[in-house]
């Protein structure tokens, strides 16, 4: 791998800049609350109407057709300017992969537009009251109906659904196949009749989580991607992208270390005299930010020559996800007592990040994976 950045890669990176720099809204309300989600959407519209909303995707979708390392590149100056989180993510950095891999012309010529301006909003219908981590057990039916299809389920879990106006999950077609047989990725309009959103607040206050309750939706056979019955193909690639780099790239934990390295600086003798392990915490977390970058650069470079990571994203998953857990909680032992005190970013980020080692598929589900498709050990 060469570790140089080309002449092009340099200046976009300083075009990105510049113009994060110049743009990105400072003090956004949480984007899992109804203001604070209308306000990120039209922070969303503005990247869009600059060319930034989706910069590797293709010239006529929207994008820049900027190149896998231009993209990782993006993300570091837009976590590194203080970008606020993208309220668009479930569309444009899980479905859209989804779309670009399964979908057929016309569903990518109405889909992925109206997705990048921010018109239509996605949410993700996986998790279902008696299936959480377990994505074959889902009961959620799908009947054939003349040319379309009747849907009847409920999801739960569904991140910012109380806000959203589509959802993309799975549906069992077949119920006399076996559980990872049978299923069929839908499309689902949030507005079709026989759709109930019923959001609920969480603990920290925010309100954009939601269930879905879908009683006979009809909906047309132009809503399946990638074929009926073959749904579990089609869902472990958006699982493959939402454990991998494309929801959480090595921009976010940098900003994030780097962030606790000043803080540290700012509170450094106080802190040391209160626990002498703190030093080294915050050291390891951003050795491991910078691990993070590194690795996905390689991982980068191996997908550009035509390679395949396999079942490398779970490694990937469980790393990010327990390294955001490790950055806040070292912000937390420096601010001590403080931590808990006013309206402090870093105990919000430290809630949100104990959900990390959850979604996505569990911790526990990942290292099966691992010790299963990677190490080649037994089932016991």
């Not at 219908?125 to 377990?134: I, M, V």
């Amino acid at each position: 791998m060469d570790l140089r950045f080309t002449e092009a890669e340099t200046a976009f990176r300083a075009e990105c800049r510049a113009w994060l720099e110049a743009n990105v809204p400072h003090g956004l309300p949480s984007g899992d609350t109804r203001e604070g989600f209308a306000r990120h959407l039209d922070w969303e519209r503005a990247l869009f109407d600059a060319g930034w909303a989706v910069v590797s995707w293709p010239e006529e979708y929207g994008g820049r057709g900027a190149s896998p390392m231009e993209w990782l590149v993006f993300e570091e100056e837009y976590y590194r300017a203080g970008g606020p989180q993208r309220v668009t993510q479930n569309g444009i950095f899980l479905l859209a992969p989804t779309v670009f891999e399964f979908g057929t012309p016309a569903q990518k010529d109405h889909i992925l537009p109206r997705m990048a301006r921010g018109d239509d909003l996605w949410c993700q219908g996986w998790s279902e009251p008696g299936a959480g981590s377990d994505l074959a057990g889902i009961q959620s039916r799908a009947a054939r109906d003349g040319d379309g299809w009747r849907l009847s389920g409920q999801k739960t879990w569904t991140t910012r659904g109380a806000f959203c106006t589509h959802l993309f999950g799975l549906f069992r077609s077949d119920p006399e196949a076996e559980r990872h047989r049978g299923l069929t990725y839908f499309l689902v309009p949030l507005d079709a009749d026989g759709v109930t959103v019923r959001g609920f607040g969480r603990l920290d206050g925010d309100e954009g989580f939601a269930e879905v309750f879908l009683d006979d939706v009809l909906v047309p056979d132009t809503a399946v991607l990638g074929g009926v019955d073959q749904g579990w193909s089609v869902a472990m690639a958006t699982a493959s992208v939402e454990r991998g780099l494309t929801l959480r790239s090595p921009g976010r934990f940098m900003a994030a270390a780097d962030r606790l390295t000043a803080l540290y600086r700012d509170r450094a003798a106080e802190a040391d005299a209160a626990d002498p392990t703190l030093r080294d915490r915050v050291v390891r977390a951003w050795i491991d930010a910078e691990a993070y970058r590194w690795q996905t650069f390689a991982t980068v470079t191996r997908l550009t020559e035509g390679e395949s990571v396999g079942s490398e994203p779970s490694m990937t998953k469980v790393f990010w996800s327990e390294l955001d857990v490790r950055i806040h909680e070292a912000a937390l032992g420096l601010l001590g007592p403080h931590a808990e005190l006013g309206d402090n970013p870093w105990m919000k980020g430290y809630q949100f990040a104990l959900s990390g080692p959850i979604y996505a598929g569990t911790n526990e589900i990942q290292r099966n994976v691992i010790a299963e498709r990677v190490l080649g050990l037994p089932r016991r």
